[in-house]
């Protein structure tokens, strides 16, 4: 008998069922990220390939940022993941007062990304689809060029503000913008969750990445309290009762700040300094697997086998979701993809 892997998904987050893991794996395709059928097909032809169980859209960085009027290069990568940024909407501090709430059904970049969800949904009906949300506090910085994850800057544009001066000069500002792009996602999360027949995307549930603004290296707890939990449930709520998977990304990414999030799933590098490793200590199903950077076509094989072997041993009996650590090189190796799919 064929598998359920919707069931099978739903199963895993209730922590019953017979089948101990469902496998994914997510990347940016460069050079295809802008278009509804142009995504659809890049996202189509690497789930087909691999047959992967569950679908994480990857979609470009850029995307939120342009929602708000940031000006990106398409054609120009670098030799990164990431379209040149050449405008971005937040310069000086008076330009927070521009970030106000955008309509997802008017918006360009927003309406697109609907567009690709639907697409993908309806190319994969018998597989629950999620789509990749960043927070409002990630969102607000890459408004202003400042770096998302741990320090890592974004290519084509020098921050003239730093986060301290975004975040803390001018508080109130810094929360009413927060505030607008919270109520924007969380309205753009409900069009995506909404049925098809009802004008929605079909989506089963949504990524939610905090990226690395939960890194100890990043922010303290206090001021993440402060400037992203807020603004983080209004867009969770926004989801109701479908799928809630929770991303904090990198070294010393405290998953234990989201032990009583309203979410389902749990994911954080386990292989990387700080971390601990894989546990369902957290109230959510843990989504776990080997650092993404080892599915480069680089990728050292005998230690990604170890750390498939570690993270399956770990939770062997337990239900879990396995995946790499975050997203996977644009360029990935086959063999070490075929190691991911066959653990």
């Known amino acids: ?55 994480k ?42 970030v106000d709430y955008v309509d997802p059904e008017t918006s360009a970049a927003l309406s697109e990304e609907t567009g690709i969800v639907r697409g993908v949904h309806q190319a994969f009906p018998d597989r629950v689809v999620l789509q990749t949300v960043f927070s409002p ?15 890592r800057a974004i290519y084509g544009h020098e921050p003239t503000l730093s986060r301290d001066e975004l975040l803390y000069e001018r ?47 990043y922010f303290d707890h206090e001021h993440f309290t402060e400037f992203s939990e807020p603004y983080d449930r209004i867009v969770l709520q926004a989801a109701d009762s479908s799928v809630k998977l929770l991303h904090t990304c990198k070294e010393y990414s ?12 749990l994911q954080w590098d386990s ?20 650092d993404a950077a080892l599915i480069g076509k680089d990728g050292d094989l005998q230690e990604l086998s170890r750390q498939l072997t570690v993270t399956t041993e770990a939770r062997a009996g337990k239900p879990f979701l396995l995946a790499p650590s975050c997203t996977i090189p644009p360029n990935p190796g086959d063999e070490n993809l075929r190691l991911l799919r066959q653990a």
């Open 1 to 55: 008998m064929a598998l359920d892997r919707k069931q099978a998904f739903h199963d895993i987050l209730a922590g019953e069922g017979t089948v101990p893991h469902l496998t994914s794996a997510w990347q940016h395709f460069v050079h295809h990220e802008y278009g509804v059928e142009e995504q659809v097909r890049a996202h189509a032809d690497f789930v087909t390939k691999w047959d992967w169980d569950w679908i």
């Open 57 to 98: 859209i990857n979609p470009r960085s850029a995307y939120y940022t342009e929602a708000w009027g940031g000006v990106f290069d398409h054609d120009d990568y670098g030799n990164g993941r990431s379209p040149k940024l050449i405008t971005p909407p937040v310069k000086q501090l008076d330009d927070l007062r521009n």
């Open 137 to 151: 506090l990630t969102v607000l910085l890459g408004l202003a060029a400042l770096p998302r994850i741990n320090h």
């Open 171 to 217: 508080p109130d500002e810094a929360k009413r913008a927060l505030n607008a792009i919270a109520r924007t996602l969380a309205d753009y999360v409900k069009q995506l969750v909404a049925p098809v027949e009802q004008g929605g995307a079909g989506a089963d549930g949504i990524f939610y990445a905090v990226t690395g603004t939960a890194s100890r290296q």
């Open 254 to 265: 405290n998953p234990e700040w989201f032990a009583d999030y309203p979410i389902d799933l």
């Open 271 to 290: 292989f990387v300094e700080g971390n601990p490793p894989v546990t369902d200590a957290y109230g959510s199903v843990p989504v776990s697997g080997p």
